[in-house]
């Protein structure tokens, strides 16, 4: 068995990056490997990784509140990119209200505040779409 | 296999997933490389190494970006280190490569050391075969050059870029015997810092000692976050690739790269072949009994086994 | 403090102590963990004791408020005089609509402004850029020419009130447009009072809105410290910034460590520049951040000036007793805030505050409950007001000045905090200075460090919060969350539409490339800005010139 691929991503301009830093390292201590592209990446840079890197998950980590703009952008590009078999999910300052929206636009599950690294690393290996 | 022919009329997705294959998979791979090693074998391969924080990322960035202008397709592997602990590893390269990301000429994979021993430098090769038979000019293995694994993987390549940078403490010295030997060009990084010049002056002093006579190493100050020394640096990579090809190198390299494939590739199956026949049926391990009780010696018992796989 | 005798005095009774008084009921009852720990980690012992602080002489450590080394508090009433500034971060949406919030604030006994700006407006982007898509107007008002702010600061007098904006990387710019819009309601310059963020460090460290190089960035402060000593003098030119150190998961002493680090960054960058170091060091303000753990915080605001003022003194060799000052305002802390149980949050944001007020701050922003859900309503806005008037009121904290000096925990506390943060300088300076120490990625990487540690502290339960991992209950979603119109977006590109039409475009493209060639030589950017804004040249159009020129900075990560 190799090992899980994913890419933790911060789409949009906000600059806080210390919940996508925890999630990767949490994730590397999980055994995975973890491709993290930094801060302010457009949805189709974030597509055009996750392609050439052919990962199993794409993890999108935004606290600005444009996660109903970028996240569905995302999962419209992955398919479009014929990668429907990646899982997509998403963290943040993201109101209940808006996750029923973004599950149905292909994002799998979001993480709200509070949710602990352990809880999305078994979330990850119970839900993966594709052979590993 | 479909995938095969996407790769080759140059779609990125079918690319990737190759290269998964070929990386996770023996069974695989060798049923791809099979099919792909007549496409192989027109890339440049270019190694970038040196130690953490000497920029190698950004100095590639900003070489791909010079090498795309002139209309080439540049692949690039940027290899980790996996942690030793968990199996996993953070892989950071992309970050200083972000606006290469979305060009239809460049293709970049990540890649963890996942601590094979030697094992990396197989499947770093082939990733490069795919990336080679996808049709890119240029490939760019980038990798810190701390151990042994990495120095296998960067000796895959035709040209090796040592990439060093002042103030890293006495840089030249941390890095391992026998890495050093192995430079074909040397970049200074970040000479627009106080040292550059020293460190520049400690590696010409170093170059002229050891260096054979045939061709001394060139050295070249650049600073990569500001765009700066990058032509220079790449006439001399081109220099170097040519001079591969004049003086024949290029041929003799990769045919004694191809006779070591060849023999790890015939090593693998043969130790293959061995393991099996000698740990079926506990053989071994009352072979080891009599060993142990002086009923036999250990040579005995090599010739023995030797003696039924020869047949 | 005390000799030799006295002090072997007191080690015998505390030993006599320990053996009778406090073994008994140690054998009768244990502690309930055998380690306890500050907010940041570091051990607390059970008791703190004159032996404690030996080495803390009062005269020289501790002293008097408003004397050097200003351990307790830079000014000599403090509070008695008059209490710190309430100024509640505030913005979002459009220009028209933080200007009803500003107004609202105004009206409610709020004593300052605090702008904020949407990320397009803080990284130089135009609201019609394609990186601004999703992003205008939400994190606070977006902001795209002279035209925006005049309608932001519409009916509130820029001599009246002192304004804060939070505003780094392109801070030259909308400074320019406050002082453009000051001129246009008749007041001058020099009446001008508030202070722009303008920490570009701490941007590459932990808040990632940065545009631009380390080196262009530093000469860009130095202009503005120029410039505003001559023509703005009242203006705090730079707030050096803890805050969101300590928000990306930093510990106390990193937060005073890598802070004042960064300042004297800043101070070096200004007297390489030819300053003299008392005529820019009076205007440089803090920001620190207010954090759980009550009693470390106190101590970490007394370490934080008591270290600032050594370090002007001894290594800037400052004459003026204003130079070595340490002001700051302060914010409580937004990651302690819970998307669990959101009325909870108002107990943290006033215990927060307690600490930030015990610790002697200027100036004061509290958060409100709901914002680790979304922006903040009016409602929750005012609650969180309400909260620094009860301790101005109702408490009686405000009445003497620093009233937890002397205690043996809290001096201990203090003067650990400041070797530690001194360590940490000591440390930055042999990797040649902050900026290098953040290209070599060692700032982040000893931030992301301490932020997975809590983190993982929260997991297995060794650090409690409550309502997250321990006393749970199963909530409904909140409802009534404030949300902006997406249709922002399109209302602010239209507004670009309208300025371009009408504006002399002839003057704009003269200004600009005046500003590029400012940009490329050495002399004083504020001016050419300042007549490029007063066309409406754009904010984007502005940064772009000076992308174009200077280059954009690239990201540092260690993991």
Redesign the interface.
Same mark, same amino acid.
């Given at each position: 068995m190799r090992p899980i691929r994913v890419l933790v991503a911060k789409p949009?301009?906000?600059?806080?990056?210390?919940g996508a830093?925890?999630i990767?390292?949490?994730l590397?201590d999980a055994g995975m490997e973890v491709i993290?592209t930094?801060?302010?990446q *457009?949805p189709e840079q974030i597509v055009a990784a996750a392609v050439q890197e052919d990962v199993d998950v794409v993890g999108l980590s935004i606290l600005?509140?444009?996660h109903?703009?970028?996240f569905p952008r995302v999962a419209e590009l992955m398919k479009e990119q014929g990668a429907g078999d990646v899982l997509i999910i998403g963290g943040g300052?993201i109101?209940?209200?808006d996750i029923p929206g973004l599950k149905e636009a292909g994002v799998s599950e979001i993480f709200?505040?509070?949710t *602990?690294? *352990?809880e999305m690393i078994e979330f990850i290996k119970g839900n993966l779409k594709r052979d590993i | 296999m479909e995938l095969i022919q996407q790769m080759l009329s140059g779609e990125k997705r079918a690319c990737a997933r190759l290269i998964t294959s070929v990386e996770n998979n023996p069974e695989e791979a060798e049923k791809i490389l099979r099919k792909i090693y007549k496409f192989t074998g027109n890339a440049s391969i270019i190694g970038i190494t040196g130690p953490p #924080?000497a920029g190698k990322s950004?100095l590639t960035d900003k070489i791909v970006k010079s090498l795309v202008g002139e209309g080439k397709k540049v692949g690039i592997i940027a290899v980790d280190p996996t942690s030793p602990y968990s199996g996993g590893s953070?892989l #950071?390269d992309r970050?200083?490569m972000q606006d290469l990301a979305l060009n239809p000429k460049v293709f970049i994979r990540s890649m963890g050391t996942r601590g094979q021993l030697g094992g990396l430098s197989k499947y770093t090769k082939n990733a490069l075969k795919i990336l080679d038979a996808a049709g890119y000019d240029y490939i760019i293995i980038e990798t810190v050059g701390v151990g042994q694994s990495e120095v296998d993987i960067v000796k895959a390549a035709d040209t090796i870029v040592m990439v060093m940078v002042p #103030?890293l403490g006495d840089d030249i010295q941390s890095i391992k015997a026998g890495i050093m030997e192995i430079g074909d060009i040397f970049a200074i990084n970040k000479s627009d810092l106080?040292g550059a010049d020293r460190t520049a002056t400690e590696v010409n002093m170093m170059l002229d000692l050891a260096a054979s006579v045939e061709r001394r190493p060139p050295v070249v100050k650049v600073t990569a976050?500001?765009n700066e020394g990058i032509d220079e640096l790449v006439t001399e990579i081109k220099k170097h690739i040519d001079y591969l090809k004049d003086s024949g190198k290029l041929e003799e390299r990769r045919r004694s790269n191809m006779e070591l494939e060849i023999t790890e590739l015939i090593e693998y199956e043969l130790k293959k072949i061995v393991i099996s026949n000698i740990t079926s049926e506990n053989k071994l391990k009352s072979e080891v009994d009599k060993v142990i009780n002086k009923e036999k010696n250990m040579y005995e018992v090599r010739d023995e086994f030797l003696k039924t796989i020869k047949e | 403090m005390y000799n030799e005798e006295e002090f072997s005095r007191l080690k015998r009774s505390r030993e006599n102590w320990e053996e009778t008084v406090l073994n008994k009921s140690l054998n009768k009852a244990p502690e309930s963990k055998t380690e306890f720990k500050t907010g940041s980690g570091t051990t607390v012992n059970r008791l703190y004791t004159p032996e404690d602080t030996t080495d803390v002489d009062y005269e020289t450590e501790i002293g008097y408020p408003g004397q050097y080394p200003f351990t307790r508090g830079y000014q000599p009433t403090m509070y008695r005089g008059k209490t710190w500034t309430m100024r509640m971060y505030a913005g979002f949406a459009t220009a028209e609509e933080s200007n009803e919030r500003y107004k609202y604030l105004v009206s409610q006994g709020s004593t300052g402004l605090s702008v904020a700006f949407d990320?397009?407006t803080?990284?130089g982007?135009d609201s019609d850029h394609? $990186?601004?898509?999703?992003?205008v107007g939400?994190?606070g008002v977006a902001i795209d020419s002279l035209k925006d702010m005049e309608i932001l600061f519409d009916g509130i007098p820029l001599d009246k009130v002192s304004t804060s904006m939070t505003i780094n990387a392109p801070a030259s710019v909308l400074l320019a447009m406050y002082i453009a819009v000051a001129e246009k309601q008749g007041v001058s310059a020099d009446k001008l009072r508030g202070t722009i963020q303008n920490d570009i460090l701490k &941007?590459y460290i932990?808040? /990632?809105?940065?545009i631009f190089?380390t080196d262009p960035s530093m000469r860009l402060i130095t202009n503005i410290f120029e410039y505003c000593s001559k023509e703005v003098p009242k203006w705090n030119t730079i707030s050096i910034s803890g805050y969101h150190i300590r928000?990306? /998961?930093s510990t106390a002493a990193q937060e005073v460590g890598f802070t004042l680090a960064d300042g004297i960054s800043y101070v070096e960058a200004a007297i390489n520049a030819g300053l003299d170091v008392d005529t820019f060091a009076p205007r440089l303000s803090f920001f620190f951040n207010a954090h759980n753990d009550l009693l470390e915080e106190v101590a970490k605001y007394r370490a934080a000036r008591r270290l600032w003022a050594k370090i002007m003194k001894n290594r800037f060799k400052a004459k003026n007793e204003k130079s070595m000052m340490l002001k700051f305002h302060t914010q409580t802390a937004g990651?302690t805030l819970?998307?669990?149980q959101p009325d909870n949050n108002i107990i943290r944001v006033a215990m927060q505050a307690l600490a930030a007020v015990l610790g002697g701050t200027q100036s004061l922003h509290t958060n409100s409950r709901d914002e680790?859900?979304?922006?903040p309503t009016t409602d929750s806005v005012t609650i969180a007001l309400r909260t620094q008037q009860i301790l101005a009121n109702e408490t009686g904290v405000t009445n003497t000045v620093d009233p937890l000096a002397g205690s043996y925990y809290i001096e201990a506390k203090t003067k650990e905090i400041e070797e530690k943060a001194m360590e940490y300088i000591n440390k930055i300076d042999e990797l040649?200075g902050a900026a290098r120490a953040i290209d070599? /990625?060692y700032i982040q990487k000893e931030i992301?460090d301490s932020?997975?540690k809590y983190?993982m502290e929260? &997991?297995s339960k060794d650090r409690i919060?409550v309502g997250?991992n321990k006393y749970q209950v199963e909530e409904e979603?909140?409802k009534g $969350?404030l949300?902006?119109d997406?249709i922002v977006g399109e209302m602010q590109k239209k507004k670009i539409e309208d300025v371009k039409a009408v504006r002399n475009s002839e003057a704009v493209k003269e200004k600009l490339e005046a500003l590029r060639t400012a940009c490329k030589g050495t002399e004083n950017v504020m001016p050419f800005i300042l007549s490029a804004v007063k066309e409406y040249a754009t904010l984007g159009e502005i940064c772009g010139v000076m992308r174009e020129v200077f /280059?954009e900075y690239?990201?540092a990560?260690l993991?």
């Open positions: 949009g301009l906000d600059g806080h990056d210390r830093k925890v990767a390292r949490a590397r993290y930094g801060l302010r *457009t600005s509140g444009a109903n703009y970028l300052v109101p209940d209200e709200t505040p509070g *602990t690294t *352990t | #924080g950004t953070i #950071g970050i200083r #103030g106080f976050s500001k | 990320l397009p803080q990284i982007y394609a $990186l601004a898509q999703g992003e939400k994190v &941007e932990a808040r /990632g809105t940065y190089p928000e990306a /998961g990651s819970t998307a669990q680790a859900l979304a922006l040649g070599l /990625g992301s932020a997975y983190q929260i &997991e919060v997250v979603a909140p $969350l949300r902006v997406p /280059g690239e990201q990560v993991l």
